[in-house]
């Protein structure tokens, strides 16, 4: 994948996601519970006028068969699926979460916004080409 953040798809909408994120996390800082995080980012992006939907159902597939559901914590547009943690530090598994989201979905980014001690973003894409 390209370093150059303009080659990224949907640039503008996560650059916009993460200065939420951070505007967030400065007012509340860290220790509340991950919904907490997620109904704070929705006023904010709602006051930005950005389109999303927090604990959207999202439909695996298999085979072309539905195998499972869960519930993206925010999902803008169906562009860019928010996964919230409020953990010390992201771990492999966290990353690993979301990367599978992408695949099982035709959605192709998603961002790991982490509300711990150290706030922390991760950018994970997975293009529709290779599903």
Request: aromatic share 12%; proline share 2%.
């Amino acid at each position: 994948m390209n370093a150059d953040c303009q080659d990224f798809k949907y640039t503008e909408l996560t650059e916009k996601i993460i200065k939420i994120f951070y505007r967030v996390y400065n007012k509340l800082g860290y220790g509340f519970l991950e919904k907490v995080y997620e109904n704070a980012m929705m006023i904010e992006l709602k006051k930005e006028g950005v389109s999303a939907i927090s604990q959207s159902p999202i439909k695996v597939f298999y085979e072309g068969e539905v195998i499972g559901e869960y519930y993206a914590d925010i999902l803008l547009g169906n562009k860019v699926i928010v996964e919230i943690k409020a953990a010390k530090c992201l771990v492999k598994e966290n990353e690993a979460q979301l990367l599978n989201y992408l695949k099982a979905t035709d959605i192709e980014v998603g961002l790991l916004l982490n509300f711990g001690t150290n706030p922390g973003v991760k950018r994970k894409a997975f293009d529709n080409s290779r599903k």
